[in-house]
Nanobody
């Protein structure tokens, strides 16, 4: 099975940037669509960004489009989320996700069969 470990979270001022990393271990990383989700206090976990197996297709939630960029390096078994122009409403626990083998691109939690434990991003207003 796949293990996912996020890093890069922390406290940042509004308008600043962070880059999250997700290191994957186990089989078939390059054969899986990957994604990022987040969960703010009192809210359901929501989709943030997804990337296809080869990295050629990406998709973003409207709330982050133009500010966040998802990428992957299959040689390093790592997926990234570059977050720019951060806002207070971006504060959440961010989770890395690996898609089921049949999924072309992750867009909902139904597409996911492996989750990381999450990394906290706090954006000060």
């Amino acid at each position: 099975q796949v293990q996912l470990v996020e890093s890069g979270g922390g406290l940042v001022q509004a308008g600043g940037s962070l880059r999250l990393s997700c290191a994957a271990s186990g089989p078939t990383f390059s054969g899986r669509a990957m994604g990022w989700f987040r969960q703010a206090p009192g809210k359901e976990r929501e989709f943030v960004a997804g990337i296809s197996r080869g990295g050629g297709t990406t998709r973003y939630a409207d709330s982050v489009k133009g500010r966040f960029t998802i990428s992957r390096d299959n040689a390093k078994n790592t997926v990234y989320l570059q977050m720019n122009s951060l806002k207070a409403e971006d504060t959440a626990v961010y989770y890395c996700a690996a898609g089921r083998s049949t999924i072309v691109i992750v867009t909902t939690s139904y597409d996911v069969n492996y989750w990381g434990k999450g990394t906290l991003v706090t954006v000060s207003a």
